[in-house]
Nanobody
């Protein structure tokens, strides 16, 4: 059974930082492309950042220079370090795993940026 379990969301003031974690099980993590998506009410889910099995990364333009995605294959965990947070970063953040045969989603963690 595949599980992607996110943690680290919460309430933070503008300009603050948070680190999201996603612990994966049931997949060959080191061969999977891992990503973070986010969604706000009434809008489609959008890619925030992704990291391939080889370590290549890509980011949404809106988060470049502020967010960093990383992975620890030994722990089967992917991270999203979010700095200089803005109110428009408020969303539910979802962990995503893409394997050779299927893709999987976590249940999401809420990030609220507000003073």
């Amino acid at each position: 059974q595949v599980q992607l379990v996110e943690s680290g969301g919460g309430l933070v003031q503008p300009g603050g930082s948070l680190r999201l974690s996603c612990a994966a099980s049931g997949i060959i993590f080191r061969l999977s492309t891992m990503g973070w998506y986010r969604q706000t009410s009434g809008k489609p889910r959008e890619l925030v950042a992704a990291v391939t099995s080889g370590g290549s990364t890509n980011y949404a333009d809106s988060v470049k220079g502020r967010f960093t995605i990383s992975r620890d294959n030994a722990k089967s965990t992917v991270y999203l370090q979010m700095n200089s947070l803005k109110p428009e970063d408020t969303a539910v953040y979802y962990c995503h795993a893409a394997t050779y045969v299927q893709e999987y989603w976590g249940k999401g963690t809420l990030v609220t940026v507000s003073s």
